[in-house]
């Protein structure tokens, strides 16, 4: 069964640091997502793609953030500089294209910063 | 057992029972609802979906239930196992967006 892929799993950091997250969606999944999950709460939306173009990051911090998706198939999360309160699992998602239901969600990686 | 109220964070079950998780929503426009299980340390596992234009879906034990005149959705898990103890989160996807937006989460519990 197909899965998203998202790497590292793990990853601890200090602030101030650069951080990066890989994500590679189910194959020939158009629409892919970030989402960030502190903790003990559900996971909020922080950008969508649909194939190489950002179609949502009104919730991505942009001063520390940044998202690509260059080839339309795999996806790269940064952060720098890395703060304490981004400490949360970044969780990517697809689905198979804006007209689909169903988002099917990766491992995650679990940030912690120092 | 069931779970009554939104913020209620653990439901606790004999394994066996049927499990009722309830949730809430607020976007009386929102048109499609999901529900996912999360194991610790794991991303959200897909259990079932509805489109606002049922009231009911079924699949292998678990049942989904919309009543959009209170704006209430619940997930039926029928013969409790241990391996359904887990997060459960209810999402909606808002009018005017493609994006999830998740509830608070309810952590199953399975009692020997």
């Known amino acids: 069964e197909a899965e998203v892929a998202q790497s590292p799993r793990y990853k601890i950091t200090e602030k101030s640091q650069a951080v990066a997250f890989w994500c590679d969606p189910i194959?020939?999944?158009?629409?892919l997502y970030w989402y960030r999950q502190i903790l003990g709460q559900g996971p909020e939306l922080l950008v969508q793609f649909q194939d190489e173009s950002v179609v949502d990051d009104s919730q991505l911090p942009k001063d520390r953030f940044s998202a690509e998706r260059l080839k339309g198939v795999d996806s790269t999360l940064k952060i720098q500089p890395a703060e304490l309160g981004d400490s949360a699992m970044y969780l990517c998602?697809?689905?198979?294209?804006?007209?689909?239901?169903?988002?099917?969600f990766g491992p995650g990686t679990r940030l912690t910063v120092l | 057992g069931e779970s009554v109220g939104l913020h209620l964070p653990t439901l606790s079950v004999q394994e066996g029972d049927n499990s009722i998780i309830n949730c809430a929503y607020s976007n009386s426009a929102s048109d499609y609802f999901i529900w996912y299980k999360q194991e610790s340390g794991k991303g959200p596992q897909f259990i079932i979906d509805i489109r606002s234009n049922m009231d009911k879906r079924q699949g292998q034990r678990v049942t989904v239930l919309l009543n959009k005149t209170v704006k209430h959705l619940s997930l039926q898990i029928a013969a409790t196992q241990p391996g359904d103890s887990a997060v459960y989160f209810c999402?909606?996807?808002?009018?005017?967006?493609?994006?999830?937006?998740f509830g608070k989460g309810t952590h199953l519990i399975i009692q020997p």
């Open positions: 998602a697809s689905k198979r294209d804006r007209g689909a239901d169903t988002q099917y």
């Open positions: 194959s020939g999944h158009a629409t």
């Open positions: 999402a909606e996807r808002r009018e005017g967006a493609d994006g999830l937006t």
